[in-house]
């Protein structure tokens, strides 16, 4: 039954993402996400991501690419990743580059 509802929930995510547009400014994205797997908070005023019982996470983006970040912890770089928003700004997309995966997160 679970493995049912999660099948249905990632459908129906994912059957709405025509809707996610890419972020214009970091500021977007800005507060506490989550989906089944995972939680976390950004902060965009500190560029941080943190996930409960974790360390800290430093968060960048690029001026010539504002829907584009890096997630690191010091000088390892954990993922670069395209960030997009649906238009109420009730969740993100987060597609990492370099790993090739896609996840969608709500607002919490």
Do not use: Q
Request: charged share 25%.
């Amino acid at each position: 039954m679970r493995v049912l509802f999660f099948f249905l929930l990632s459908y129906a995510l994912f059957s709405c993402s025509n809707d996610f547009r890419e972020i214009t400014a970091i500021s977007e994205i800005n507060g506490a996400w989550g989906n089944d797997k995972e939680s976390f908070i950004i902060d965009t005023e500190k560029m941080t991501i943190s996930y409960p019982d974790s360390v800290l996470i430093t968060l960048s983006s690029r001026v010539y690419d504002r829907s584009e970040i890096t997630a690191s912890i010091g000088s390892v770089m954990l993922y670069d990743a395209h960030v997009f928003i649906n238009s109420d700004g009730s969740s993100i997309k987060i597609t990492k580059i370099n790993k090739k995966e896609s996840s969608i997160y709500l607002k919490k």
